[in-house]
């Protein structure tokens, strides 16, 4: 259960270190089996000069983790840009001590199926890499089968994040990993937040094999609000996966999930309002000052805060309101 890490600014648009930290602190109090930091959520415009955010926000979020208490979380670097760029993040984050880096193959729509697996593989050779499939709508680009069938190859790849929000898309993913015998060596990670619950508990057989393919867990902008509830939706689904048996209220629960996440990634406005979005539930309960990305235009869509509203009201058990008021002010100290 891995949140993607958003960037707290100020009003300014500088890096609020004080509710960076404190956001950190919430999800690893809420029992997340991990943090992904430096990807999308996070904002990629971290790596912009004018910024040079990069390398601070990773290093405020690895010494959060190393002290947290009880087991150690898993620690994800987003990695992306030219494979010059890619190395670069990829050992500035194992110099940090991140664990994985998540590399992002946005931008590089010039790059042929080899050029892209050789890509994953120069990162691979400096820290352990979860392939990623974002969307095109965000950034991302399309990934074809060939390109999965060679991926799960690569010595270094260790789990892959399917985020496509595409069921073909997720398919093939899922399809490459089986028919290479990869199953119980690579770990697959849901990034679709629009079909979080279902990724969860389906159990993915191709060709009548005996045994089949799970997603088991999650690396989620989604997770990075309601975090607490997440975590205990996350455990809920992997025993309904490993029993055989879905029950009606997750799948009612799904539903709910994708409603939600609908408003609050901005899915009426093609996502524009995604992160602004994620900001507003972490702004109503007292964690973040503001909506405030980076990028000055990224802001919320127009009804946006009113679908956003309309979710919170709706769906009070998906949210952790009372976990975080009881816990805000400490990690705010």
Not at 3 to 22: C, K
Request: some cysteine; charged content about 25%.
């Amino acid at each position: 259960m891995i949140p993607a890490h958003p960037l707290a600014l100020t009003a300014e648009r500088r890096l609020d270190e004080r509710r960076q930290r404190a956001l950190t602190r919430y999800y690893l109090a809420a029992g997340a089996g991990g943090l992904a930091v430096g990807v999308h959520t996070t904002q990629f415009a971290i790596r912009d000069p004018r910024h040079g955010l990069l390398e601070p926000v990773l290093a405020l979020a690895a010494e959060e983790m190393a002290r947290a208490t009880g087991p150690a979380p898993v620690r994800v670097a987003g990695v992306c840009g030219p494979v010059d760029q890619a190395v670069r993040e990829g050992e500035l984050a194992r110099r940090l001590g991140y664990q994985a880096a998540l590399v992002g193959l946005g931008g590089l729509d010039d790059r042929s199926v080899e050029g892209l697996v050789a890509h994953v593989a120069a990162v691979a050779d400096v820290l352990p890499v979860i392939a990623f499939y974002l969307q095109p709508a965000v950034g991302g680009r399309d990934l074809p089968l060939a390109f999965w069938q060679r991926a799960v190859e690569v010595p270094g790849v260790v789990a892959i994040k399917i985020a496509p929000f595409d069921r073909y898309r997720t398919l093939e993913v899922v399809r490459a990993v089986a028919e290479a015998g990869r199953a119980g060596e690579l770990a697959l990670y849901t990034g679709n937040d629009d079909h979080i619950v279902l990724d969860l508990v389906t159990p993915y057989r191709f060709g009548g094999a005996a045994d089949p393919v799970h997603i088991v867990g999650g690396l989620l902008g989604q997770w990075a609000v309601w975090t607490r509830r997440a975590v205990e939706m996350h455990a809920d689904c992997r025993a309904a996966a490993r029993r055989g048996e879905v029950p009606a209220r997750l799948l009612s629960l799904a539903v709910e999930l994708t409603d939600a996440n609908a408003a609050i990634f901005d899915a009426a406005h093609g996502f524009a309002g995604c992160l602004p979005g994620l900001h507003e539930i972490l702004r109503g309960q007292g964690l973040l000052a503001g909506t405030w990305c980076l990028d000055p235009a990224e802001r919320l869509s127009a009804g946006q805060r009113e679908a956003i509203d309309r979710v919170r009201t709706l769906y009070r058990h998906l949210a952790d309101d009372d976990f975080v008021a009881e816990h805000r002010d400490r990690w705010l100290q």
